[in-house]
């Protein structure tokens, strides 16, 4: 491959170059929040009258149980209030050795409290009479003041939980009759036995008249399954209610817009046809895997690059071929991109993959007589090609989203699905997987026209949330609007700018994270007096799936830029065959820019961006648009590094709660007197850092030892007047600022984002800016692990295990002449040179 304008030179891979040092992380301090005084007599009293109402109601919840033949299980879930702006320690309420288990933590604005759910088993309601007796008891006060005050002073009231207290997702999204009939997602936990629970629900919802279909999502403290019924079936039985950890409002999918016409003849195909070659079936090369509605490969693009051996269904009675249109749009571009493009060119065009093709959506847009339990078919999707081809390369593009976006960032349970099958959760992470999914779309028209505030406002839909998977946004460089009647309409988006059909993460709360990852291009729309509209000439065009009647259409929004992510994907696996899922997202993301377009519509244009700002730019516009001859390739002025090591984040010792164990250092071949000699000269560094966690979803904290990720990864860079020593130093107090929450040691300005900004989800990108001089000493960086949940839930045993990650990081001087890939290609004694 060649590239006008200067001279490009492959990457260096540095594999497993890191060194491995103890974790020395000094002991966690002290700390927490005020609480409000109480008068102990008055609140102890209320409390323990609180708590002693409630034998009568475990007694009824017994009786209940028995009638159906539960011998064992009885209990009750009791709800915890907070007093406004005070944080229960819901850690305390629970005793697991007891039987005495957190379900979920809900924080509800208006009120400004906190509520927590917990199963109390029967007999165990005197853990809580104890507790509030040694509160009122003075004789045991301490200096701190009452015994267990921390706990009891920031509870307002004690009661039964109904089923307001399981619903943890948006209240707006429970339906306020009871008559009324949804879809519901159960989440249950799993109490040691886990079929056993599963079996017994299923009894429970069985005998009320609840819909049950088969299939049901496995997490390491949580069982999902969905069900049908109404609101009063569900409040009709205690022991339902007891059996439940959470509840949820199932998704439904989006809605796929419709082809229109193309402008392009059926010679114009032909001839570019004549320009294609691509690999054969059989052939050793990366497949893009489709979860869509299909694809009709009997279009003469698509024949060539798709086997019938690699057509699947979830589902064998829809069949394999295409009803809708929108899969065999999706694989037009996921093979060569916007045709636009290829059919007005005269160069040849190589291909360096193929397709596989899984039906998850039936023509009426539903999965099946059962269609709202979207985790349990992707995990079938997901084994369909795997079965045929276990060793085959793949990336997995879906672009299936939920219609609406009320997650707001919380993990669901078919984007922890999307995690589990990302991690190899099942293998022990042996076989990682690279999932590619669109963010989802702003689809009302009127939404447009108020560009860019709808972007804002209209948040990712479910599962793009998904800390593992490279979650694609839509921009835009489409602004020419070519069509004879509409010469009164503007494009709404500038050239470059985000698209009006993206969504984002901006009304996610701070500690989910950053998302979308990039944007592709994905259409624009057009806007008059009368309001705003979706045009061909401002679409991509792709392959029709009715291609005897015609053989090109358009599409647009995020599923057209998710399949051109997948495309990029596809070929950098085939430029780098045995770089890992990890890797491939990382390099994807480094490639990325943000645009004048995007710089100008979210960051202030006075003076040096905030952390602030360019926070609000990668919640909309995520790290910018990749390049793939930037992902391939280095240029003279510019270098790229990328490394795949692993390392042991946590240790446990015999009777000893887990602990951090391992950080990784990497040591740079900075060009040290090329950087020296460049002096006050300004440039960047740029680091990203990419890894899978393993998901455990529950509503119960998202920083406690309930949270979801099983771990995670930071990264720091030595400053330049920073000895080693006291590098590694500030490593272990960042590890430990990480286990308090608190903020020390001070920031490095040069960082864009900054280390407070940046480590959110699984998938972490800053650029360092300074003076060539700076950059120079700072050749050494660390990465070093975080909390999770295989060191707080040591009964899950996972505290020993091992994790991998991609670094990639760069140094560029764009202002000068300078040949930095040569002055480190001569320090490198035995350089991994990548080759296809």
Known sequence: MAESGGDRKRHFLL???????????????????????????????????????????????????????????????????????????????????????????????????????????????????????????????????????????????????????????DPGALPKSDDDNIWWEVWLPVRGDRAGVLQQFRQIAGQLGFRIPAGELQFPERTVLVVYGSVGQMKQSVMA?????????????????????????????????????????????????????????????????????????????????????????MAGLALIGDLTVQLASANPIHVGHRLESVKLIPENGANGADPKHHGYMTIEATARPEIVAPRRSRVFSMAVTARDNRDRGRPSAWSATIDRLASDAEGQ????????????????????????????????????????????????????????DAQNYQPIAPHGGLSPFSTTSQTWQAHWPLKPDVVFEGGNAATNTLGAAWMPSLSLLTTNFKPADRLFTTTNATSAACA???????????????????TIRALIVHSAEWTPAMRQTFLSSAGQPTKAQMGNLVRHCGFGMPSLNRALWSVANSLTMVCESTLHPFAREKGKDPKLRDMNLHRFPWPLEELQALGETPVEMRVTLSYFIEPNPSARGVTSRYRYESHGLRFEVKRALESESDFRA???????????????????????????????????????????????????????????????????????????????????????????????????????????
Not at 123 to 141: C, P, V, W
Not at 437 to 462: C, F, K, M, Q, R
Not at 566 to 576: C, D, H, R
């Open 15 to 169: 594999q497993n170059n890191g060194k491995t040092e103890p974790f020395s992380a000094p002991p966690r301090g002290g700390g927490g929040g005020a609480l409000p005084v109480q008068d102990r007599q008055t609140h102890g009293a209320a409390l323990l009258n609180q708590v002693r109402q409630l034998a009568p109601q475990v007694e009824a919840a017994k009786v209940e149980q028995q009638k159906v033949g539960l011998e064992e299980g009885f209990g009750l879930q009791i709800e915890f209030e907070s007093f406004p702006d005070i944080e229960l320690a819901f850690e305390s309420l629970a005793r697991e050795r007891s039987g005495i288990e957190l379900r979920n933590v809900r924080h509800d604005d208006e009120s400004s409290r906190t509520y927590a759910t917990v199963f109390v088993p029967e007999g165990k309601l005197t853990r809580f009479e104890n507790l509030i007796a040694d509160y009122l008891d003075e004789s045991k006060d301490k200096k701190s003041g009452p015994k267990n005050s921390k706990l009891l002073n920031a509870i307002s009231e004690i009661r039964m939980a109904t089923l307001e207290a399981l619903w943890t997702d």
């Open 241 to 329: 209610l007891n059996s439940i950890a959470e509840l949820r409002r199932a998704k439904e999918t989006a809605d796929f817009f419709d082809s229109l016409p193309p402008s392009e003849q059926p010679a114009w195909l032909d001839e570019m046809l004549g320009r294609l070659t691509l690999p054969n079936v059989g052939d050793d090369v990366p497949h893009v895997c489709l979860f869509d509605t299909g694809v009709n490969h009997g279009h003469p693009l698509l024949e060539v690059a798709l086997d019938n051996a690699d057509l699947h269904s979830v589902e064998p009675a829809w069949g394999l071929d295409d009803g809708d249109g929108h899969g065999t749009g």
């Open 429 to 484: 992470g042996e076989t990682p997987r690279l999932f590619v999914l669109s963010a989802g779309n702003v689809t009302d028209p009127n939404a447009w026209a108020e560009y860019p505030d709808s972007n804002s406002t209209d948040g990712i839909h479910d599962p793009a949330q998904a800390w593992n998977a490279l979650t694609v946004g839509a921009a835009t460089e489409l602004v020419n609007i070519t069509e004879p």
């Open 564 to 582: 051109l992510a997948a495309k990029m994907a596809a070929q950098l696996m085939a430029e780098y065959p045995t770089l890992w899922p990890e």
């Open 730 to 836: 500030r490593i272990n107090a960042a590890a430990r600022d990480e286990e308090e929450q608190t903020r020390t040691g001070g920031n490095d300005p040069g960082w864009v984002i900054g280390k407070q900004g940046r480590h959110k989800g699984s998938l972490h990108s800053d650029i360092w800016q300074g003076t060539a001089a700076d950059l120079a000493s700072r050749g050494v960086m660390a990465v070093y692990p975080a909390l999770g949940w295989w060191k707080t839930r040591p009964a899950q045993e996972r505290y020993n295990d091992p994790v991998r990650y991609a670094l990639v990081v760069s140094i560029s001087a764009p202002e000068v002449d300078v040949d930095l890939y040569t002055a480190v290609a001569n320090q490198v004694a035995v350089p991994i040179e990548v080759t296809s």
